[in-house]
């Protein structure tokens, strides 16, 4: 399959670019730091006794402040959320770029990993020079207390030392709680694990404190490599034959030394202290539960769930994040918005499927098993919901389908969420935004999920009938599953009966009826499912078209 530069560009342009940055501005702090402490002459004594495991660790170091303090920027959802709703964006580039946080804040992650161990490996390389090379000539550039101590005992009695085996410890704790694996097996493991990372930056704060690391502060009175009084004979005469034509050469004083003002905290204090404030503000809109207005049980395990809550207002696409103490106090699972409040109608509403612990035991509070003792008993029981509390509403990808001429929706299973607030907003008669036609692509295993929204699919189609616009809304569902496979029998379903196919799409000649229908234009695709798909219609939207129609790719994602 050809690739079109076009559509590349178009793709991965803008995230390919702020990825050579990113690689450019550590790359560029990491070679600096490393002459800085090879050839910088405060540095002359202490190269001389660590060698290049100084060099490294603190380049090392340098690249891990600047990760530590970018890491947090792309968690900092209600920032990035306004930012991408306000006029301060109006390039659809831009916001397509805030899209990629996530992937950024892994990249972010990735690279401290990756560092932490090269800046380990260093330092336990200059642990042992402190412990070999021990200077009796300056007393205050050692760490050792003596010429061959335990290196064990070097880390273990030192606070740079405590600390960081502390901090590998949280850090690989972190790094593999995050897995794919383990985020799909059991979410709590990576949620509390995550956490850490409050403990995580006060220890950092605390790492440098100790002062290891130690420069000259009097380089005029005592130059590096200088002759001192009492210099030893075979020192001297070392000295003698690296100075050659300075033989007069004398040191003026005794060299002094000083630890490094601690550095960290100014890397890192800014980013955290903005995601400390993004939380607090988060913590006081959602401290408010919202009321449970209405539960419903719909087919294959998915619950629908409609809520009430003051002032608060969302854009379809946009999800929020559900946190019910009455199954823990600690998680927070987000869930996309499938219908958002209007003029006409305060309720907002999510589908979630029963899908794992929390999943299981915040259904099981929704609709609790009737007791059998009280189903004899000729009254109704009032239904007593848990409390949950909301927290958004968030921005997401899905938003920009109104921002196309032409957008393609791609849903697999459960991944309708983002797209069923959107066929709500244009069923509600939403107006002001550029949306000209809108093809929904819906895959599912069985047949019994598409009644899911069923309903909605049916009302929109009558309407944009009524409308006389039926090219503005073109319908297409698969269900893949062929056995036991029966039809949708019930006459209100007819319109969706028409445009049911049994089998998988063949993306390839979709796509290309697409192009021919809009030709030399921008069709935004949104995707939401299996990864499968997704990565099928990342590689078509990157393929170059006879039709000159430039495909922008767009996915939602579960984890």
Known sequence: MVVSVRSWVANEGGKHLVLMLWLGANTWLFLKTFLLYSTGQQYHYLYKMLGLGLCISRASASVLNLNCSLVLLPMCRSLLTFVRGTHMVSSRETRRLLDKSKTFHVACGVSICIFSVVHVSAHLANVVNFSVSYSEDFPALNLARYRGEDPKLIILTTIPGVTGVLLVLILF??????????????????????????????????????????????????????????????????????????????????????????QTWLWVSGPLCLYCAERFYRYIRSSDPVTIVTVIRHPCDVIELRMLKKHFKARPGQYIVLNCPGVSSFENHPFTLTTCPTENKETFGVHLRVVGDWTERFTQLLLPEPRIDLEILPMVQQRRYPKLYVDGPFGSPSEEVFNYDVSVCVAGGIGVTPFACVLHALLDGWTGFRLQRLYFVWVCRELKSFYWFAELLCALHHKL??????????????????????????????????????????????????GKTNKHKRVGVFCCGPKGISKTLHRLCNSARSSGTTFEFNKESFS
């Open 173 to 262: 704790l972190m790094f593999t709680s995050s897995s794919y694996c383990v985020r799909l097996s059991n979410y709590e493991i990576f949620w509390y694990t995550h956490n850490l990372f409050i403990v995580f930056y006060i220890i950092l704060m605390v790492h440098m404190v100790g002062g290891a690391l130690k420069y000259q502060t009097n380089l005029e009175g005592h130059p590096p490599g200088c002759l001192r009084a009492n210099q030893s004979s075979t020192e001297q005469q070392g000295e003698e034959l690296e100075a050659g034509e300075d033989e007069e050469r004398r040191c003026g004083e005794e060299a002094h030394f000083q630890p490094h003002y601690p």
């Open 465 to 514: 009938w009524q409308e006389n616009r039926p090219d503005y809304f073109n319908l297409k569902l698969y269900v893949s599953q062929t056995d036991n496979l029966q039809s949708m029998s019930e006459e209100k379903y007819r319109p969706l009966t028409s445009r049911l196919l049994v089998g998988r799409p063949r993306w390839n000649l979709l796509f290309d009826e697409i």
